[in-house]
């Protein structure tokens, strides 16, 4: 899929992909066997915004600022 997404479409996945887990906490002990799917999700959702020009690491920033740490390092 390379389409475009509407600006409030991206605006909807931007939101939702803050609540997301980030891939470094998802692991097998807190997920079980579902956690390989979980990942997968995650990663299609970063590809999707990256189709539409948005780093995901900016996002956290953009939408919930003063939740939002300095650094993601």
């Known amino acids: 899929m390379t389409d475009?997404?509407?600006s409030?479409?991206?605006?909807a996945l931007k939101t939702a992909f803050i609540y997301m887990p980030k891939?470094?906490?998802v692991t097998k002990y807190e997920?079980?066997?579902h956690y390989?799917?979980?990942?997968?999700?995650?990663?299609?959702?970063k590809e999707m915004l990256?189709?539409?020009?948005?780093d995901p690491e900016e996002?956290?920033?953009?939408?919930?600022p003063?939740?939002?740490p300095n650094s993601s390092y």
């Not at 996002?59 to 919930?64: F, M, N, S």
């Open 4 to 6: 475009k997404l509407s």
């Open 8 to 11: 409030d479409a991206l605006q």
């Open 23 to 25: 891939a470094i906490d």
């Open 31 to 33: 997920y079980g066997e």
């Open 36 to 45: 390989q799917v979980v990942l997968e999700h995650i990663e299609t959702v």
């Open 50 to 54: 990256l189709l539409n020009d948005v």
């Open 59 to 64: 996002v956290y920033g953009e939408i919930d």
């Open 66 to 68: 003063q939740n939002t």
